[in-house]
């Protein structure tokens, strides 16, 4: 485990007490139940804004704290044990790191303080199958005297139903497959022709689907430059999977904490459970694919706050170890829990459904391999 600094130590205390006494499983559980297409509490997100994440990347001149992704990480590994639910992820680091990295110094006054205060939600519009393909992209957009007409469709956007304004990957050149001629465009949700589908999904989140027809938009809602966007929305890629990951490792190592505690206290055939050889290897396995995952997790996040040339492949090696490490630990909770593990009124079944969610946001464990490997050329 990497050594947090002051600051960071505060966050993670904050977050580790807020999300176990404000936002527990239990609140996630009664907004589920709820029905809201949101996929999100007012409340909780009011308070996730009032402690300041929202603006943990943003800088001081912009209303944020101007700090680095490796805190942000911190903060979203607390709220991952929790499954406490917001458009933190997605605005605060997905949506806010599109607008730092490329947008021009209108965007980021106009809607950056807006996400850091937590008034704004801006999210990425990026996939249009159902698995993770950002060469893919289809839906074109085509210029004519200074302005864009984008006709095409994105699925699962991440609070797409919430959202604000969206920052939207379109062709403005050459055909699906190609990494050229992909621009980003920081479309308004109220643009005319903007559809928006709110999605029900196994994980109870706040998704949907988009569709543009005929959506205008001028020259300046171009983020970077025409045509090679491609570069920025791979950066904002690496950042989103790198984030997300922390969430999943937070995840995953409250579900390993709530079966160990199981183990140590289910009685059969006058013993706990925990001391039968079988079950106590397998909880060892899954102890030691905790601390590569978390390993894993903490470089990709510092590499991005150095600016390393390796961010690509080790945000690739964290979004797939901590996606296995989730998905056998999300397996071996219900597992070990026998029969209650099936129920509804177990929270097992929570932590698995966001774990498939999550694994297949921004890319699964088979998609990184390969991109992992592509980087060495094999």
């Not at 060892?284 to 390796?310: H, K, N, P, Q, Y």
């Amino acid at each position: 485990m990497a050594v947090l600094t002051e600051e960071q130590n505060m966050l993670k205390d904050q977050a580790q007490a807020w999300s176990r006494d404000e936002a527990p499983v239990t609140r996630f559980r009664k907004m589920r139940d709820s029905g809201t297409d949101a996929g999100y509490e007012q409340a909780t997100w009011q308070d996730i804004a009032g402690m300041g994440w929202t603006g943990i990347l943003i800088p001081e001149a912009l209303g944020g704290s101007g700090m680095d992704y490796a805190t942000f990480g911190v903060v979203l590994e607390e709220t991952g044990r929790h499954l406490v639910a917001s458009p933190l992820f997605a605005s605060g680091l997905v949506g806010a790191s599109a607008l730092l990295l490329a947008g021009n110094d209108a965007q980021k006054q106009q809607w950056l303080p807006g996400i850091a205060a937590g008034t704004s939600i801006v999210t990425l519009a990026v996939d249009e199958g159902p698995h993770h393909a950002p060469e893919q992209i289809a839906m074109t957009a085509d210029a004519s005297s200074g302005s864009f007409t984008l006709n095409g469709s994105k699925v699962f956007v991440l609070e797409g139903g919430s959202a604000d304004a969206f920052v939207v990957a379109a062709r403005t050149s050459g055909t699906a497959g190609e990494t050229d001629g992909i621009t980003l465009f920081l479309v308004p949700a109220d643009t005319s022709g903007l559809g928006v589908q709110p999605l029900k999904t196994a994980d109870s989140r706040g998704y949907a689907d988009l569709t543009f027809r005929d959506v205008k938009v001028d020259a300046a809602a171009v983020i970077g430059t025409a045509d090679a966007g491609f570069p920025i929305l791979d950066a904002v890629l690496d950042r989103a999977r790198a984030g997300l990951a922390a969430e999943m490792l937070g995840t995953a190592c409250e579900a390993f904490d709530r079966t160990l505690e199981y183990l140590k206290t289910r009685e059969q055939f006058g013993q706990v459970i925990g001391s039968f050889q079988s079950l106590g290897h397998r909880a060892a396995t899954l102890f030691m694919d905790m601390e590569f995952a978390r390993s894993c997790v903490e470089a990709a996040l510092r590499a991005i706050d150095e600016g390393s040339d390796e961010v690509p492949i080790l945000c690739s090696l964290a979004k797939c170890k901590a996606g296995e490490f989730l998905h056998d630990m999300s397996n071996d909770m219900i597992q070990m829990h026998g029969g209650i593990g099936m129920t509804d009124e177990f929270d097992a079944g929570f932590y698995i459904k966001r774990a498939r969610a999550a694994e297949a946001t921004f890319g699964g464990q088979s998609y990184h391999r390969r991109r992992y490997i592509s980087h060495f050329g094999i």
